[in-house]
């Protein structure tokens, strides 16, 4: 089945960039999603990408996906504290259009 | 326009206890999911739907029933609460327009199973 890894824990200091690294290993993911958890909130969807694209980029956010490798990384540029939440990859399983999540990236910015 | 709601926001249940989590949703969408999200992982399915009438299991369905008997309500049932189904419950909706469509979640119920 599909499977989605990435670090637990990223901490930074504020004005710095943040790369959140995620693999996956679904090679028929045709999207792939960044979504922000804020501490006893729902998800919210930040950016995605789709899987004929190398990168996009959204202001501060930037997302390159390697295809090959079935790497995926979101850069966020001048870090502010924010920021801080738990950042979670996704991919679509096209048949049923659900989700499959990674475990989430705990993003500390420090002041 | 709301988006996607669920209620309870929170229940405490114990073992053996009944209970149903109701979803809405106001963008006329056709796809529904119910997610749980445990510590230290991202969220699994449980179940979801491509439209009225229609229901299907996901990764973790046991334990769980659902129905969707109009397009803007989803209910998650628990028929016989266990203390392993002590989870954050989401729901989502996305519409049918193609792999590119978005999910959007519900802010989550906190359920808690003695």
């Known amino acids: 089945g599909e499977d989605v890894e990435q670090s637990l824990f990223l901490s930074v200091r504020e004005g710095d960039s943040s790369v959140i690294n995620c693999t996956y290993t679904?090679?028929?993911?045709?999207?792939l999603y960044w979504y922000k958890q804020e501490p006893g909130a729902g998800l919210q969807l930040l950016t995605y990408i789709f899987s004929n694209m190398d990168m996009k980029q959204d202001q501060r956010l930037t997302v390159l996906l390697n295809k090959k490798d079935k790497h995926l990384s979101l850069r966020i540029a001048d870090t502010q504290t924010g920021d801080s939440a738990i950042y979670f990859c996704?991919?679509?399983?096209?048949?049923?259009?659900?989700?499959?999540f990674g475990s989430g990236t705990r993003l500390q910015v420090q002041p | 326009n709301a988006g996607v709601t669920q209620t309870p926001k929170f229940r405490v249940l114990k073992t053996g206890q009944s209970m149903t989590l109701l979803c809405a949703q106001d963008?006329?969408?056709?796809?529904m999911y119910w997610y749980r999200q445990d510590p230290g992982m991202g969220l699994r399915l449980i179940h979801y739907s491509v439209g009225e009438g229609t229901t299907a299991k996901g990764e973790v369905p046991d334990g769980y029933n659902v129905s969707r008997l109009k397009k803007q309500n989803f209910l998650l049932g628990l028929e016989s609460a266990a203390p392993s189904q002590t989870s954050v419950y989401f729901c989502?909706?996305?519409?049918?327009?193609?792999?590119?469509?978005?999910?959007?979640f519900g802010p989550g119920t906190r359920l808690l199973v003695l």
């Open positions: 679904d090679s028929s993911s045709t999207y």
């Open positions: 996704a991919e679509k399983d096209t048949g049923r259009r659900a989700l499959t």
């Open positions: 963008m006329n969408h056709e796809y």
């Open positions: 989502a909706s996305s519409g049918a327009g193609g792999p590119g469509e978005t999910q959007y």
